[in-house]
C-alpha cells in the first residue's frame, strides 16, 4: 500500500491546479517558493485573527505535507522507499519556524540505489528554502539506532506516511515497539532521568525570567513525555486514546489540551516576533507577546504582566500533570502488587510504602476537613516521603468542595493554625498546597497572588513564590547550620514565643500585589481579617498587622538613610516602640530581601541590617528619651581615636591639625580604627598634593565590603573621576561618604564591590592598580574619560525606563536629598556628578541601589555656600537637566525605542 500526492490534501486557499500548471509552465523553484510565502502569510493571518491554535497547527503541517509530496512526486521512486514525518511534524505540528523532521525510511539498506535521488531531492528542499531536519535509515538501521537511543526510539514513536509504500512504516513500527526494544517499564526510565537531567538544566523552577516554553520545566516537553511514555505503555497513538485506557481522566485531558493550546499560541508568535524558532521567552519579546495575544495595561498591572502571570499559572498546572500522571504510571501500573508496608494513620489516611494514601476514594467526600489534614499529618510525620498519585488526582477531583462555609468551618480553622505549627517542613507542605489548588482555596487572596509577576530584573519569582520562599526561610533561622550566615535571625528566631505569628505576616506581607494602591496597607487589611477568624488575640493581631504595614521600612532606612546618625536612630526606634516589634520585623526583613533575588543580599547589607538592628535595641533598652547629643558622641569617637593615635605615637596636636576642619560626621560615620589609619596615612604623607588612597577589606569575621579612602585636594572636581574609575575596572559603588574641608581637601570613603558583590581585598594587583588608577585620575583630572565604554547587556536594555526624580531638604543633615531613579548602565555615577559639577553643587554623602534593571540612588547636595538647595527654578533646572541627559542616553542605549513611564513598586 502506498500514498500518492494525489491523495494529499490541500487547504481552500492552494489552488493545486494553477499551482501543477505554473509547475508545468515555468521553473520549479520559484513556484514552490510562492507556494510556500502565500501559505505562511494565510496562516500568520489566521493567527493574528484568533484562529483555533489546534487547527492552525495541524493545516500548516498537512499544507507542508502536500508540498513535500509534490516535491517528492518530482523524482522516480519504487515501492522499497518512502518519506516519513518525524518527531513534532510527525505529531502534525507545526510551528512557524520550526523544524520539519524527516525521516526517508528504505526496505534494505539500499542508499547507493537512491543516493542520486535523495541528494537531489533534499537540496531542492533547501533551494525552496524548507527548513528540514532529515536522516535516511533502512528499516534494520531504525531498529539498532532505536534500540541504543532512546531519543530515536522516542522519535520514532512519533511517525506519519507523507508518502511511498505505507508497509514500510507498519514494519519499522512493529520491529521498534516496546515488545522488541525498550519495554515501556525501562522507556519510562530512561525519559524520568531525561526529564530530571532537563530540569535541572534549567534550575529545576518554573519560574524563570525568561523561561523555555519548550525545555524548560512546565514547559511542552512535560506534556509530551506524559504522552510518550502512557503511549508507550498502551500502545496508543492518540492522546485522546489515553482516556479510554483510563489512564487520563476527562478533566485532567481537557486540562492538558487548555494548556497546551496556551503555550502553542505562545510559541506561534513567539516565532513571528523573532522571526527564526526562538523558544525562549526572553524579555526582548515578552511585552511585544503580550500585546499580540491581547493582554492590554491596566491602572493596577501592566499588560506584560498579566500575559506573564497566566503563563506561570499555566506551566504550574502542567508540572502539577506531570508530576502526578508520571508517579500514578509507577505506582498503579509498574509497581502494581508490590506494595511492602502499609501502616494506618487514622481512619482517613494509611502510609503506603512511606507515602501517605487515602483509605478509600470517598475520604475527602465523607469528611473535607481531609483536604487540610493530609498536610498537617505530612508536617507532623517526617518519616512521609509524599503524596500518593492516586491521593493527589482525588485532591484534585474534590478540591472544589472548599468554599465559604469550608473556610468558616472551626475544625478546618483549628486544622489550619495547627498545620502553620508543624515542625517539619512546612514551607513544602504550604508549597504542595499552592501546586494542588488548596492554599488558594483556602485563602482566595492568596490565590489571587499564583503566578502574579512584577515585569523587571529585581523581583525574580512571581509573587506566591516568593512569599512562601519567605516562610521556607524564616523556617530555615531555627538550623543550626543557618546560624553562622544568619547569627542574628537565628538567635531571635528560636526564642520567638510563637513563630507562627511572624509566619503569617509572611503569608500576608505581599499578598496585596497588582491590586493598586499601597500593598502594605491593603495587606495589613487582610491580615486583620485573617486573625479574627482564625481566633488569635488583639495583641497578636495588632503585632502582624503592624509587621505587614512597615515590612519596607527596615530595608529602606538601612540603605537610603545615614545610620550614623543618632537622630535617625532615634527617629526609627521611635516607629518600632519595642523590642518585639523591632525583632519581628528584622526576621521578615531579612527573610523577605533573602528570597527577592539571590543577588539582593550581600554581607555589605546584611551588615547595615546589623548595625540598625543593634542601634535600635540599644536606643529600645536605654529608653526613648532624647537621643544623646552629637557633640557627645563626636567627643567620645574623637577620644577613642586619639587613644589609637598615641599608641602609634602620634601626638593630640598632629591629628587635631589635620581634622580642624573636618566635619563631626566622620566621627559619626566610620570607627576609631578606620579613622586612625585614615590618620596615619595623611600624618605619613610627605608631599601634600600627592593624593593619599588607602585601600582594605572591611569586615569583623569575614570581610563584607572593601572601603577606599580618598584624601585629595580639588574636592568639587574628584568625585566623576573616582566614580568614573571605579566604574571602569567593574567595582561597583555600595556607599559614599563625603567630607571637605574650606581649604577644598576631600576625606572621602567609598565602600565597593565587584560585579560578583564580593570585596576585592585578596585580589593585591588589582588593589594597587585602583590607588594608581585612583592617584593618576585625582592629579589630572582631564586625562579621565569619562564616557564609559562597558556594554550594557541585553535584558538592561528591554526596561526602558524613564528617569524619576525628587528634591526634598534634610534636616537632619541641612542639605537637599535628591533621589533618582533611572535605568542602570555602565558609568551612571560619573554621569550624574558631572552634572553637578556643571552647576555648582557640593555632593555631601550617596546611597547607592541596585534593584535589578534601576538604580534608586539617593545624593545629599548643597550650593556653593554649604546651604540646602532652596531656589525652585534652580531645583526644577538640575532635575530636568537629570532626567534629559539620563532619559537620551537609555534612548540612544536601547536603539531608539521608546522611554516606558514606570510606578517604583518594592
Known amino acids: 500500500m502506498s500514498s500518492s500526492p494525489s491523495e494529499a490534501w490541500s487547504p481552500l486557499f492552494f489552488d493545486k491546479k494553477r499551482f501543477l500548471n505554473d509547475l508545468a509552465n515555468g521553473e520549479p523553484i520559484p513556484v514552490f517558493r510562492d507556494a510556500l510565502s502565500a501559505a505562511k502569510a494565510h496562516f500568520n493571518n489566521r493567527f493574528y485573527e484568533g484562529e483555533d491554535i489546534h487547527t492552525l497547527v495541524n493545516e500548516s503541517a498537512r499544507f507542508a505535507d502536500s508540498i513535500l509530496s509534490l516535491a517528492w512526486e518530482r523524482y522516480s521512486w519504487d515501492d522499497g522507499i518512502c518519506l516519513i514525518a518525524v518527531g513534532g511534524y510527525g505529531r502534525g505540528e507545526l510551528h512557524p519556524h520550526s523544524d520539519i523532521d524527516l525521516l526517508i525510511l528504505m526496505r534494505k539498506d539500499h542508499a547507493t540505489k537512491y543516493r542520486k535521488n535523495i541528494e537531489n531531492f533534499l537540496a531542492f528542499l533547501w533551494d525552496i528554502q524548507l527548513k528540514i531536519g532529515h536522516s535516511v535509515r533502512s528499516i534494520s538501521q531504525c531498529v539498532v539506532e532505536a534500540r541504543t537511543d532512546i531519543t530515536v526510539a522516542t522519535n520514532l514513536m512519533e511517525t506519519r506516511l507523507i508518502c511511498g509504500n505505507r508497509e514500510l512504516l507498519v514494519s519499522m513500527h512493529k520491529k521498534t515497539g516496546p515488545d522488541k526494544i525498550w519495554a515501556s517499564a525501562l522507556f519510562y526510565r530512561g525519559k524520568i532521568d531525561e526529564q530530571i537531567a532537563r530540569h535541572h538544566k534549567h534550575g529545576d523552577t518554573e519560574y524563570n525570567l525568561e523561561p523555555n516554553i519548550k525545555e524548560a520545566p512546565g514547559g511542552l516537553r512535560d506534556i509530551q513525555l506524559v504522552n510518550w511514555t502512557a503511549k508507550r505503555h498502551f500502545n496508543v497513538y492518540r492522546r485522546s486514546h489515553l482516556v479510554k485506557e483510563g489512564f487520563l481522566s476527562e478533566e485532567e485531558y481537557l486540562t492538558l489540551r487548555r494548556d497546551e493550546e496556551f503555550l502553542w499560541a505562545v510559541r506561534y508568535g513567539l516565532h513571528l516576533i523573532a522571526g527564526r524558532g526562538e523558544e525562549r521567552l526572553l524579555f526582548d519579546y515578552q511585552r511585544k507577546l503580550a500585546e499580540m495575544l491581547g493582554y492590554s495595561d491596566s491602572k493596577d498591572k501592566l499588560g506584560v504582566e498579566k500575559f506573564m502571570q497566566r503563563y506561570y499559572q499555566v506551566v504550574l498546572s502542567i508540572r502539577e500533570l506531570n508530576d502526578v500522571l508520571l508517579q500514578y504510571l509507577d505506582e498503579a501500573i509498574y509497581r502494581k502488587g508490590k506494595t511492602k508496608k502499609v501502616e494506618k494513620i487514622n481512619d482517613r489516611f494509611l502510609i503506603r510504602d512511606n507515602y501517605i494514601d487515602t483509605v478509600d476514594d470517598d475520604v475527602f467526600v465523607k469528611h473535607p476537613p481531609a483536604l487540610l489534614e493530609l498536610f498537617v499529618i505530612l508536617g507532623e510525620n517526617d518519616n512521609i516521603l509524599g503524596i500518593r498519585a492516586s491521593t493527589i488526582r482525588q485532591i484534585r477531583l474534590h478540591r472544589n468542595l472548599i468554599d465559604e462555609n469550608y473556610r468558616s468551618n472551626p475544625e478546618n480553622i483549628n486544622l489550619f493554625m495547627r498545620l502553620l505549627k508543624v515542625p517539619f517542613k512546612l514551607s513544602l507542605q504550604l508549597q504542595r498546597m499552592n501546586r494542588y489548588g488548596i492554599l488558594g482555596l483556602y485563602l482566595p487572596e492568596f490565590g489571587r497572588i499564583?503566578?502574579?509577576?512584577?515585569?523587571?530584573?529585581?523581583?525574580?519569582?512571581?509573587?506566591?513564590?516568593?512569599?512562601?520562599?519567605?516562610?521556607?526561610?524564616?523556617?530555615?533561622?531555627?538550623?543550626?547550620?543557618?546560624?553562622?550566615?544568619?547569627?542574628?535571625?537565628?538567635?531571635?528566631?528560636?526564642?520567638?514565643?510563637?513563630?507562627?505569628?511572624?509566619?503569617?505576616?509572611?503569608?500576608?506581607?505581599?499578598?496585596?500585589?497588582?491590586?493598586?494602591?499601597?500593598?502594605?496597607?491593603?495587606?495589613?487589611?487582610?491580615?486583620?481579617?485573617?486573625?479574627?477568624?482564625?481566633?488569635?488575640?488583639?495583641?497578636?493581631?495588632?503585632?502582624?498587622?503592624?509587621?505587614?504595614?512597615?515590612?519596607?521600612?527596615?530595608?529602606?532606612?538601612?540603605?537610603?538613610?545615614?545610620?550614623?546618625?543618632?537622630?535617625?536612630?532615634?527617629?526609627?526606634?521611635?516607629?518600632?516602640?519595642?523590642?518585639?516589634?523591632?525583632?519581628?520585623?528584622?526576621?521578615?526583613?531579612?527573610?523577605?530581601?533573602?528570597?527577592?533575588?539571590?543577588?539582593?543580599?550581600?554581607?555589605?547589607?546584611?551588615?547595615?541590617?546589623?548595625?540598625?538592628?543593634?542601634?535600635?535595641?540599644?536606643?529600645?533598652?536605654?529608653?526613648?528619651?532624647?537621643?544623646?547629643?552629637?557633640?557627645?558622641?563626636?567627643?567620645?569617637?574623637?577620644?577613642?581615636?586619639?587613644?589609637?593615635?598615641?599608641?602609634?605615637?602620634?601626638?593630640?596636636?598632629?591629628?587635631?591639625?589635620?581634622?580642624?576642619?573636618?566635619?563631626?560626621?566622620?566621627?559619626?560615620?566610620?570607627?576609631?580604627?578606620?579613622?586612625?589609619?585614615?590618620?596615619?596615612?595623611?600624618?605619613?604623607?610627605?608631599?601634600?598634593?600627592?593624593?593619599?588612597?588607602?585601600?582594605?577589606?572591611?569586615?569583623?569575621?569575614?570581610?563584607?565590603?572593601?572601603?577606599?579612602?580618598?584624601?585629595?585636594?580639588?574636592?568639587?572636581?574628584?568625585?566623576?573621576?573616582?566614580?568614573?574609575?571605579l566604574d571602569k575596572l567593574q567595582l561597583n559603588i555600595q556607599d559614599a561618604r563625603l567630607q571637605s574641608t574650606s581649604d577644598d581637601q576631600a576625606f572621602d570613603v567609598f565602600y565597593v564591590?565587584?560585579?560578583?558583590?564580593?570585596?576585592?581585598?585578596?585580589?593585591?594587583?588589582?588593589?594597587?592598580?585602583?590607588?594608581?588608577?585612583l592617584k593618576k585620575g585625582i592629579k589630572k583630572p582631564e586625562s579621565v574619560n569619562l564616557d564609559i565604554q562597558r556594554r550594557t547587556s541585553r535584558q538592561l536594555k528591554q526596561f526602558a525606563i524613564k528617569t524619576i526624580t525628587s528634591l526634598s531638604n534634610d534636616s537632619d543633615t541641612n542639605t537637599t536629598m535628591l533621589e533618582v531613579i533611572t535605568p542602570d548602565r555602565p558609568g551612571l555615577l560619573a554621569h550624574i556628578s558631572s552634572i553637578f559639577l556643571r552647576f555648582g553643587l557640593n555632593l555631601y554623602n550617596a546611597k547607592i541601589a541596585t534593584l535589578g534593571e534601576r538604580v534608586e540612588d539617593i545624593f545629599y547636595l548643597t550650593d556653593s555656600n554649604h546651604q540646602p538647595l532652596t531656589d525652585p527654578d534652580l531645583n526644577e533646572e538640575i532635575q530636568l537637566a537629570i532626567c534629559n541627559e539620563l532619559d537620551k542616553r537609555n534612548h540612544d542605549d536601547i536603539d531608539k525605542n521608546d522611554l516606558q513611564q514606570i510606578k517604583v513598586r518594592h
Open 450 to 725: 499564583v503566578g502574579q509577576t512584577q515585569h523587571d530584573l529585581f523581583h525574580i519569582y512571581p509573587v506566591d513564590v516568593h512569599t512562601l520562599q519567605v516562610i521556607r526561610n524564616l523556617r530555615r533561622f531555627a538550623r543550626p547550620e543557618i546560624a553562622k550566615s544568619f547569627p542574628v535571625a537565628s538567635h531571635l528566631y528560636k526564642n520567638l514565643a510563637k513563630p507562627e505569628l511572624v509566619t503569617i505576616a509572611a503569608l500576608y506581607h505581599d499578598i496585596a500585589k497588582g491590586r493598586g494602591g499601597d500593598h502594605s496597607e491593603l495587606g495589613a487589611i487582610d491580615i486583620v481579617s485573617f486573625a479574627e477568624r482564625h481566633g488569635l488575640k488583639p495583641e497578636e493581631t495588632d503585632l502582624i498587622k503592624w509587621v505587614v504595614k512597615n515590612h519596607l521600612l527596615m530595608s529602606s532606612v538601612s540603605q537610603r538613610e545615614d545610620t550614623s546618625d543618632p537622630e535617625v536612630i532615634h527617629r526609627f526606634a521611635s516607629r518600632m516602640g519595642d523590642l518585639m516589634h523591632l525583632e519581628h520585623l528584622y526576621l521578615l526583613t531579612v527573610a523577605d530581601i533573602n528570597a527577592t533575588n539571590p543577588r539582593l543580599w550581600t554581607d555589605w547589607k546584611g551588615s547595615l541590617m546589623h548595625n540598625l538592628y543593634f542601634e535600635t535595641k540599644r536606643v529600645l533598652q536605654q529608653g526613648l528619651t532624647a537621643p544623646a547629643s552629637r557633640t557627645t558622641w563626636v567627643n567620645s569617637a574623637k577620644n577613642a581615636v586619639l587613644e589609637r593615635l598615641n599608641a602609634k605615637g602620634i601626638d593630640n596636636s598632629i591629628a587635631e591639625n589635620i581634622w580642624q576642619d573636618v566635619g563631626d560626621e566622620l566621627f559619626l560615620r566610620e570607627c576609631a580604627d578606620d579613622i586612625a589609619a585614615f590618620t596615619t596615612a595623611i600624618a605619613d604623607n610627605e608631599n601634600p598634593q600627592e593624593p593619599v588612597v588607602l585601600i582594605r577589606d572591611i569586615g569583623v569575621e569575614v570581610p563584607i565590603a572593601t572601603q577606599i579612602f580618598v584624601h585629595a585636594r580639588n574636592r568639587q572636581k574628584i568625585f566623576s573621576v573616582i566614580a568614573g574609575t
Open 753 to 773: 564591590l565587584n560585579d560578583f558583590d564580593q570585596p576585592i581585598g585578596d585580589q593585591p594587583d588589582l588593589c594597587r592598580k585602583v590607588i594608581q588608577e
